[in-house]
C-alpha cells in the first residue's frame, strides 16, 4: 500500500465546484488587490478567531515580521523565540533588526517552556514569540503572566495552531499581535502563498493595514517605509471559502489522531504525542519520537509509507547562525527532538485502513 505524507485529494474535491465560483466572482468584480474578498476573509477570520480585528498579509513570515514592526521592536531588542521551530520564526525577529534568544521546549509537549522564557529574559527583552508547534496550544496563561510581569509583548505564531486553545480560549487570540500562515500544507491553506495577523487592537490594527500598503493609509500618502505585504486577493476568497470546513477537516485529524493513538500507544521505543491537559491540539502535524528514526523513516519508505522530519537542524546549527557561535549541546532537548522525532501521515481524508497500514508496519518494525 502506497500512503503519502499529505493529500488534498479530499479537501479540494470539497470545496471544488465553489472555488470555481469564487474565481468567477472575483474576475467580474474586477478588483485584484485589497477588494472586497479581502475584506470579507479579515472579517469571516477575525470572527473564526474570537477577536476583532483580523488583517490579510502575504505570507506567514510577513505576518511574523509585521507584527514586531507595528510592536516596535528593532535594533537593540531581544526576542525570545523556541528553539526547535521552523527557522521562519527566527528570521522574521532578524528582519525587524533584533536579535533572536532561543528558550528550550518542553520535552513532552515540544512547545516552549515558560521555565525557560522566564529563564531568557534579559535588560533588552522585547517580546516573547510562542509557537503552538505541531498544533498543540502552548501554555499560554502562563506565558502572558510572564509577559505582564516583565512588561513584554507577546506574539503569537499561529501558523499550524488554527484552531487550537489553551483553557477554551483559542490561539491567536492571547498575543498583542499574531501571525498566521495559510501555506497550502496549514490545516488552513491557501492555493499559495498567505497570511493574516489577529489582534484585540483598534491602534495594532490600523498600523498593521499601514505597514502592508506601502506605509500609506491613503493612497500616495505615506506614513512609514512600509512594505507590500499585502493578501492576494483571489486566496482571501479561497480562504473564506475554505473556512467553512476547517472544523470539519479538524475533527477529522483528530480523529486520525485517535486511531494512531490507539494502535501505538503499547508499542516500546515509541513515543506518541502528549497533550497538556489544559491544551487542545488540532494536529497538523502527528509527530512520533523514537531513537532509530532515521532507520524507521527508511523502513516505512520500503513499506510504501511517506513520513517527515520535522525538523532535522534546530535553527541555532543552521549555516545562517554560525555568526552565533552556538555549537552543538547548546540546546539540548530541542537537539534531542530533532534527532528523534518523525512526523506520520495526517490529513483530512485519510482512511482509517491506511492509518491501520502504518501502524502495522511500525509493530512489525519494533517487534511488537
Known sequence: MEIPFVSFNAQNAAVAEESKAVFSRFIDSQYYVLGPMTRQFEED???FNEVPHAIGISNGLD???ISLKVL???PGDEVIVPSNTYIATALAVEMAGAKVVFAEPDADTYNISPASIRNAIGPNTKAIMPVHLYGQACEMDEIMAIAEEFKLFVVE???QGHGARFNE?????FGHANASSFYPTKNLGAFGEAGAITTNSAELDKAVRVWRNYGSEKRYHNMVK???NRIDELQAGLLSLKLRY???WTKARQEAAARYHANLND???ISLPYCHPNASHVYHLFVIRCEERNKVQEYLESKGVKTVIHYPIPPHLQEAYQDAGFEKGAFPIAEKLADTSLSLPIFPGIEPQQIDYVCEQLRTYFGS
Do not use: C, F, P, Q
Open 45 to 47: 477570520y477575525a470572527r
Open 63 to 65: 505576518a511574523l515580521h
Open 72 to 74: 516596535g521592536v528593532g
Open 157 to 159: 505564531d499561529n501558523a
Open 169 to 173: 480560549k483559542i490561539t491567536g487570540s
Open 226 to 228: 512600509g512594505y507590500n
Open 246 to 248: 476547517l472544523n470539519d
Open 267 to 269: 508499542i516500546k521505543g
